[in-house]
């Protein structure tokens, strides 16, 4: 009786687990902010699927790569969410990661994208953000940014861990070619402060500590849709901006591939491209029938995204990072 | 014969325990520097030669100030000998021995920061602030000489007060003014210490992390520990991360042999009461009422800060948080082995060690000196092995292991616990241990005591003391310490300071100084009550 009863609950137990496994999705912090889009996409994945989808964060998406990399063999990750096509080459020579299978014709995006592993679910450009009560004049370039008085000061990310430091490492780059050294000597006296990831950053700005920090020309449309706050603003520069497309991709180790091609695929639905806006505050890879949220639509926008050929990011990263490192340890 | 049965007893264990930790030494550089393999070390690049630099010039500056204001607080309360709460102050600056360093930086920030109290008073006064200026070199250099200033006043204050009152008699009746008598009187009695205390903090200095890897800010201020962190964490670039380990290594250890004819020993902290007697003339009175309030006041309003700020962000909910309690459970745990650990290593080890240095036991065996070197050499291997290099070794091995990575993380973080704790349980357990032997070792044979009665009847009154107090130090500074667990630190495997560093790093301050006053509670209260209850005697002031 006792043994009946047992195996019972045995089979009542596997049964439980074996019918609800669990999706794991590394990314960064500010996604699963409580403000964040983890809990709707988590809503919208676990309606159609038989699982449930677990979200870990790191202070940026590079530190949930190396989160990745760290624990080697006995990571629990099944999609790494949150690199960009700055960073998914570097990612995709540690042969962590497996074909998605899915047709990306339903995406339009400012740039032409292609790729077989990496996802694209979102994109946005890279702007300093500063709040026009405090900051009357902004710089509308990086000329004017480097020249403005020497008690302006910013915050930026580190490029060697979160994407923003990555993007702006770029930018610079794109802009002043082989001179890009001696802007990075100027610009050097006005960094305030380079942190690990967005998250410290955007709340050190908010804190007040710096006149502008390195976020996104969408960030005001966060503070008008959540606090009615109009006063914080994006300097669109004449140099034209920086862009980010963040990707999402499926490890090769992962115990669940139909799942996870699954939420791979999501990434690419119209529900999701409801939600990204008002939560991740980027622009949608495919515009929802109802449109984009009113906020979107009146924030100003560059007229073309600058972006540079992952390939070409991925051969120079270390030379661009050295110099860097040179420029500002100077 | 069964004398001789006892005593091989008495050492076989400690020469094991030495052997075992050279061992784990020599495993450690040869995973290192098996891994290692390609690496060319022909060409160091710019940036590495620029880190290297600037560790062993924030070292340099470190050294250099502490040591001045340490000499100089311990010259003022030497020759300020009567003065209300003198002790609970000289006290209170030994303490910072057992301070978080994490916890420290916290309070830093509270004073110096962009939002902290100079700003803020300066704000107030003059409607201007000093804006940002704790980030950089300053940042490093005021935790440095907080932490290493008032821990050596503490042994020079010692040797001020060791000098004969005889000399001070003769300097009086040959009217020395106070330069003359630092010259002539105090300064031959202090050389040792001073030189000593400098190498010690030098070594210190130079493998510094949790401070370089907070106050330091950019890249531009990154000390070899803090640049082998980045390299994994950041970059997973595991080659320049064990290039700098082996360079750190090399460079330690280089500064172990040069230091060691200066280390005496690391803590002095025997008690003392000579007082000295010297009228002083009125200036020299306020300049060291002066110095003494100053440094009163840099190393207290920080502390005071930590509780200002912990008590007002609603303390009682922080420590509700599942995730808090997940960490504190982990770390009392951790301190709690890792003391036990400690403690157990360092008596097998001194015993050991005190076998082959006594004469009447087996000094004059032949191997004796050696083996007695070999297990100085073990309980110090701390101050040669970094503890980033030491987790990267743990890491690599992790890497390639099949055993749970929480596991990894307990054996990385429990050896490098006992390590750290040992050079300082060493210097209080072994002296003790030897004056045991010399006093009661004839008594103790001719009554043919046993190993065990001799232990419990004649050694364990005169260690309950010492034994507590090192129990207490081990258990603080686990507590406290910052080092393996950034590598090794996951959702699963969160000490205090872990969290304490992920709450300050996203700027979630409210929680963090929650967590700060919590840490600091939790270390002043262990350290007092455990050497208060089982200490007996009063063995740290």
Known sequence: MQKTLLIFLFSILALYSASKPTLTVYTYDSFTAPWGAAAKVKEAFEKEHNATLKFVSASSAIGALRKIQLEGTQTKADILMGLDTATMEMAKKTGLFAPHDLNLSRISLPVAYSDDIFVPYDYNYFAFVYDSDIVKNPPNSFEALAAMPKDFKIIIEDPRSATPGMGLLLWIKTVYGDRASTYWQRLSPHILTITKGWSEAYTLFLKGEADMVLSYTTSPAYHQYTEHQNDIKAALFKEGNYGQIEVAAMLKRTKHPDLAKAFLDLLLSEKFAEIIPTTNWSYPVRTPASGLPKVFEILPRPKQMLLMDPKQVEQQRKIYLHEWLRAIGQ | ?541
Not at chain 2, 79 to 86: D, E, L
Not at chain 2, 527 to 536: D, E, H, Q
């Open chain 2, 1 to 541: 014969m069964r004398q001789l049965r006892s005593l091989w007893a008495g050492w076989l264990p400690g020469v094991l325990a030495a052997l075992g930790l050279l061992g784990f030494a020599v495993m450690l550089f040869v995973v290192l520097l098996r891994s290692a393999g390609t690496i060319s070390f022909s060409s160091i690049d710019p940036q590495t030669l620029h880190v290297v630099q600037f560790t062993l010039y924030q070292a340099l500056l470190s050294t250099i100030l502490s040591v001045g204001l340490g000499l100089l607080l311990a010259w003022a309360l030497a020759h300020q000998p009567r003065f209300r709460g003198r002790s609970l102050l000289i006290a209170l600056f030994s303490s910072s021995l057992v301070l978080p360093t994490l916890v420290v930086v916290f309070g830093l920030i509270g004073i110096y920061g962009r939002n902290g109290w100079i700003n803020q008073l300066l704000s107030w006064v003059s409607g201007h602030d000093l804006g940002s200026y704790l980030y950089g070199l300053f940042g490093i250099l005021l935790a440095h000489v907080y932490l290493n200033a008032s821990f050596a006043s503490r042994a020079f204050l010692h040797a001020f007060e060791s000098i004969p009152q005889e000399k001070y008699k003769l300097a009086k009746s040959l009217c020395f003014g106070a330069w003359q008598r630092f010259w002539i009187v105090e300064w031959p009695s202090l050389k040792q210490t001073v030189w000593s205390s400098a190498a010690t903090i030098f070594l210190l200095c130079f493998t510094s992390f949790a401070i370089v890897l907070i106050l330091g800010g950019s890249p531009k201020y990154n000390t070899i520990e803090v640049a082998i962190y980045e390299a994994v964490k950041l970059d997973f670039d595991l080659p320049t991360a064990l290039k700098l380990a082996l360079i750190q290594l090399a460079l330690t250890s280089v500064l172990v042999l040069l230091s060691s004819s200066f280390r005496s020993s690391i803590t002095n902290l025997k008690n003392s009461t000579a007082r000295i007697i010297w009228q002083e003339s009125r200036g020299i009175i306020w300049l060291q009422r002066g110095l003494i309030l100053l440094f009163t006041l840099f190393f207290v309003t920080p502390l005071l800060s930590i509780i200002v700020e912990g008590v007002d962000a609603g303390l009682w909910q922080i420590v509700q948080r599942p995730i808090f309690l997940q960490a504190l459970v982990t770390s009392l745990a951790v301190a709690t082995l890792s003391a036990l650990l400690t403690l157990l290593l360092v008596l097998v080890l001194s015993s050991a060690k005190r076998n082959f240095d006594m004469p009447t036991r087996l000094g004059r065996s032949p191997w004796a000196r050696l083996w007695s070197l070999l297990i100085t050499l073990s309980g110090n291997l701390y101050l040669a092995i970094p503890t980033l290099v030491m987790g990267l070794g743990f890491f690599l091995l992790a890497l390639h292991s099949a055993l749970p990575r929480t596991l990894w993380a307990w054996i990385a973080i429990l050896t490098a616990n006992v390590l750290m704790s040992l050079p300082f349980a060493m210097a209080v357990i072994y002296p003790q241990m030897m004056k045991i032997s010399q006093r009661y070792d004839k008594l103790s044979f001719s009554l043919g005591l046993g190993r065990r009665e001799r232990f419990f009847a004649v050694e364990l009154p005169y260690l309950r003391g010492v034994m507590a107090y090192v129990f207490a130090l081990s258990f603080c500074l686990s507590l406290g310490d910052l080092g393996i667990i950034a590598l090794f630190g996951n959702e699963s495997f969160i000490t205090l300071p872990w969290y304490l560093y992920g709450l300050m790093g996203s700027y979630q301050s409210q929680d963090a100084a929650g967590v700060a006053l919590v840490m600091l509670l939790l270390s002043v209260t262990v350290f007092v009550w455990i050497t208060k209850l089982f200490g007996g005697r009063d063995v740290t002031h």
